[in-house]
Structures are given as structure tokens and as C-alpha cells.
């Protein structure tokens, strides 16, 4: 049986007028007996303001006990007239809106028929978001205003004490500090090697490099913000947080509440864009498979067993004695599996790769020819860029048309099931052109990942003349994506470009 929900309500008029005050009962009058009417809630109270302006919440008592109210678990769902009637502007409601979304409260504007919790709500998030941007020039100071014109331009301003590998150049544009973009290239490299934001911190103490901020320690955030910060790549996303209220000063991250601006080539880059998008790619896989769980060794996470799909893992053989020694084997034959597969010593494995590799290379020639042609076939863009723009045109015309509709139904009396038909079908439209943009921005994603890994693996096969004899710890990382090993040590070995090598046990058995 579904819980009972917890339901308030919020009546507000802005002055202290006879008539405005008989509207203000009325309100009173009508939530109480209307949420009580509801046999699946259970009124809690209608929270009132009465003859105050809605410009400043901070007087507005009867407001802020209700969010304080709600925050605490006591209220589910708050209804109220219309988004007018709830807070002083836009970016005041946005922010409420989603404080209380967070919690799983719910919003509902009656006059404007909006639930925030359903999918649609999302949907005025960004309405409301497109509509902040004016209404943000008018509540700010001039200097505020000033700093988003900024913004507008394209005028890049770094926090540059914090910032590792740039500093303010001679003309108020950021430059690349050499030693420091040096910091940042490994801190890439090591991720692209799967070596977690941990790892990586680990690292970079012990071996004395400083941080941005000049102390001794790194930690696993700082790393992980250079690795997924656009200005490494010399683009710039603008307004990532904003001042929330200029006599406070207090600063939150950007939701939406106030425009955003993105600004391709604004700076020189220290990573390649291509190379940072990988890294974004390689960060997500990372997660979702849980790939940062072990990546001490240059195997880990990296030996896939053929029978189950599990990990491959290391233990340690005779560990007290002369014998000591690592292997590798599923880590879920210690989890009840009874895979088939094999331990591997990391001799076998080294000694596979090698042959594995060659065998690239023995082919060197003919792969290099079509190197351009293959990447051309197998990476192009275009048609998703082509759709992307139309889609993109489409949904800011269904967002103009959303936002006319509601302007209409608040400005003037509209037959409700006309305007709910309207609604809903703009709003399908909304959702259905942001599901396929999702889907294209994943699939562009992949296909650029897959060209900057095609020409990672060419350039280390163009730039390894003769057969490799031993094994490299760097050219196993820069070139293997995994192994799939089989019953009777077989292996298949899948490469960063998506070549597969297949090896017999009798094939590499003999090195």
C-alpha cells in the first residue's frame, strides 16, 4: 500500500489592500478544505505571507518555514497558485525547485497545471532557465552584470594560484607554463593508463611535485577536477558557478539558473581535444566497470577470463620462500566459479603480448597504408552533426511554443483540457528530441574515441621499426584495451583500435 502523502500549501498577496486580503482568506480557505477533500493526504498546514512583496524572501517568514518544513521531512508535496506566487524571481524559484526536487518534495503550480517531479518538470527547469538570463540582469550589481558580459564575449579568467600548467599572460589571456603542462601531460597519461584519480595522487606526492595550490599532498579530487577540466583542451565553459546573492556573497555551482557559455579555441592547449575527449571516455568506463578498483599492476582489470567474463587477479605463490612469485587467474574461481580457464604466469602473459604485437607489425606496411582511409570510414561524424544541429533547432522552437502556451494560460482564461492537450504534446516532442540528442552525443563520443585510439596505436606501430624483444610496460598500456583468455591458455588480444590478435597456446607456448 503507497504511503500517504504529506501535503501544504503556500498563499501569498503583496500588499496589505482590504481586497487583496479577502483574496489572501479565500486561498486559505480553499487549500485547507481542497487537501483535506484528498483521502490519500494528510494536511499539514497552508503556510501564509500576507502583505509582503515578493522581492526579498529573506522577510517572507511564512515561505521559508515551509522549505525549512519540507527539508526536514515533514511536508511531500506543496501546492501553490502559480509560479508568480512562489518566490521573488525566476532564479529564486529554479533554486527552490531543485533543493526540494533533491529531497523527492514536490512543487505544483496550479494556475500553470506543472508538477515538478514528473517528466515534465524537468522541462520548466529549462524554460525557466532560458527565461533567467534577463531577469538576472535586472536583481544583480552592475559589477555581476559586468562579469557575465564578460562571460558573453567569450573573455576567459582563471583562478590562476589554483591552477596547474597556465598564468595570466602580458595581454589578460591565459599562457602555458611549461613545466607545469608537463604535470598535467602525465596526470593524462597515467589516467589513459587506467591509473585511478588515487593512484595518480599517490604518485605525484611521492615523487614531490606540488600542487596547484603549492602543498606538499595531492589529493583525489584535484586530480580527478584537471582531468575532466575543458580548459586543458583550450576550450573554456563560462559561469560554472554564480553568486547567489550579492550581499551575502554566497556562491553555488550552476544548475541552470543562470546562463552558461561555452567557448571553443579561447586559450592555447596543453592536451590535445582529441586526447582529452578520450580521457572523458576512459573516465566513464572507469566507473561504470569498476576498472579503478585495482590498477597497482599493468594486468589489472585488463585479463578478462573467457569462461565467466570476470577479472583476472593476482595472488602470490609461495610467498615465504625463494619461489615467490605473482600469478594471475579469474577472481571468480574464489567466489564459487568453477571457471575453466587457466592461472598465468606474468612471464606467459609479457611473452604473449610480445608475439601478439609482432604480429602487428609483421603487417605494419598494409595497416599504415589505409590508416587514414579507415579512420575516415569508421569515425566520420558528419551525419551526426548534420542531425544534432537540426534536432537542436527543432527543440528550441518546441521550447518557445511551450513557454508561449504557459504565458497564454497564465495572461488569460484557456479551456484546460485544450490547453493540457497542447502541453503534453509539445512536451512528448521536448522529450523525445532530447532522448535521441543524448543518443547522438553518445555515439559521436564513441566514434571520436575510437579515431584518437586508431591514432594512438598507428603512431606507436609507425614509430616501432624493428621487432620488440622485451617486454614494455608503456607500450602494453598505450596499446591493449584487454585479453580474453580460454581454456588451455588460448588468448585473444584486443587492441585500443578494436584489431583482435587470436593466439593458440601452441603459438606462443614456443617463446
Aim: net charge negative; glycine share 6%.
Amino acid at each position: 500500500m503507497e504511503a500517504r502523502k504529506k501535503v501544504a500549501a503556500y498563499a501569498r498577496v503583496s500588499t496589505n489592500s482590504e481586497e487583496q486580503l479577502t483574496s489572501y482568506e479565500a486561498q486559505v480557505d480553499y487549500y485547507t478544505r481542497y487537501i483535506q477533500a484528498q483521502g490519500e493526504w494528510d494536511f499539514v498546514k497552508v503556510y501564509t505571507d500576507e502583505g509582503i512583496s515578493a522581492t526579498n524572501t529573506k522577510k517572507r517568514d511564512g515561505f521559508n518555514n515551509m522549505i525549512a518544513d519540507a527539508l526536514a521531512g515533514k511536508i511531500d508535496i506543496i501546492i501553490t497558485k502559480s509560479i508568480s506566487r512562489f518566490a521573488r524571481n525566476t532564479v529564486d524559484t529554479l533554486t527552490t525547485v531543485r533543493k526540494l526536487k533533491e529531497k523527492g518534495i514536490e512543487v505544483y503550480f496550479e494556475k500553470e497545471n506543472i508538477h515538478t517531479l514528473d517528466g515534465k518538470g524537468e522541462l520548466l527547469i529549462t524554460i525557466m532557465s532560458s527565461l533567467a538570463q534577463e531577469e538576472s540582469r535586472s536583481i544583480s550589481e552592475n559589477v555581476t552584470w559586468g562579469q557575465r558580459k564578460r562571460f558573453a564575449d567569450g573573455k576567459v579568467n582563471m583562478p590562476y594560484k589554483h591552477f596547474l600548467g597556465f598564468e595570466k599572460g602580458t595581454d589578460n589571456t591565459p599562457q602555458i607554463v611549461p613545466e607545469q603542462a608537463e604535470v598535467a601531460q602525465l596526470i593524462y597519461r597515467l589516467a589513459f593508463y587506467r591509473k585511478s584519480p588515487s593512484y595518480i595522487a599517490t604518485l605525484l606526492t611521492d615523487e614531490g611535485i606540488p600542487s596547484p595550490a603549492g602543498k606538499k599532498r595531492w589529493r583525489p579530487n584535484t586530480v580527478e577536477s584537471i582531468l575532466t577540466n575543458e580548459k586543458y583542451k583550450g576550450d573554456a565553459l563560462l559561469q560554472k558557478s554564480f553568486t547567489v546573492d550579492f550581499l551575502t556573497k554566497k556562491i553555488k555551482a550552476n544548475e541552470g539558473e543562470v546562463p552558461q557559455y561555452y567557448v571553443e579555441n579561447s586559450h592555447p592547449a596543453i592536451i590535445e581535444p582529441e586526447f582529452f575527449d578520450l580521457i572523458q571516455y576512459e573516465i566513464k568506463q572507469c566507473r561504470e566497470r569498476g576498472l579503478w578498483k585495482s590498477c597497482a599492476y599493468p594486468f589489472s582489470s585488463r585479463i578478462i577470463c573467457g569462461h565467466c567474463g570476470g577479472f583476472y587477479g593476482p595472488k602470490v605463490w609461495h610467498s615465504n620462500s625463494e619461489y615467490r612469485s605473482r600469478i594471475w587467474q579469474c577472481n571468480e574461481k574464489h567466489r564459487g566459479q568453477h571457471c575453466t580457464t587457466p592461472h598465468l604466469t606474468e612471464a606467459e602473459i609479457e611473452a604473449a603480448f610480445l608475439i601478439a604485437f609482432n604480429m602487428l607489425l609483421e603487417n605494419r606496411d598494409e595497416i599504415l597504408e589505409a590508416y587514414e582511409e579507415v579512420i575516415e570510414a569508421l569515425t566520420d561524424v558528419s551525419d551526426l552533426d548534420a542531425e544534432q544541429e537540426q534536432l537542436q533547432s527543432e527543440i528550441e522552437i518546441v521550447v518557445e511554443m511551450i513557454r508561449k502556451l504557459i504565458g497564454e494560460n497564465t495572461q488569460m482564461a484557456m479551456e484546460q483540457a485544450e490547453y493540457e492537450r497542447k502541453y503534453n504534446g509539445y512536451c512528448a516532442r521536448y522529450e523525445e528530441g532530447n532522448k535521441r540528442l543524448a543518443e547522438i552525443s553518445e555515439l559521436r563520443m564513441e566514434r571520436i574515441v575510437k579515431r584518437a585510439k586508431i591514432r594512438i596505436c598507428m603512431d606507436r606501430i609507425s614509430q616501432q621499426e624493428n621487432l620488440v624483444t622485451e617486454f614494455d610496460e608503456e607500450l602494453w598500456y598505450s596499446m591493449v584495451d584487454y585479453v580474453t583468455v580460454y581454456e588451455g591458455k588460448s588468448m585473444v588480444f584486443t587492441f585500443r583500435d578494436g584489431r583482435e590478435v587470436k593466439l593458440s597456446a601452441d603459438v606462443w607456448r614456443v617463446v
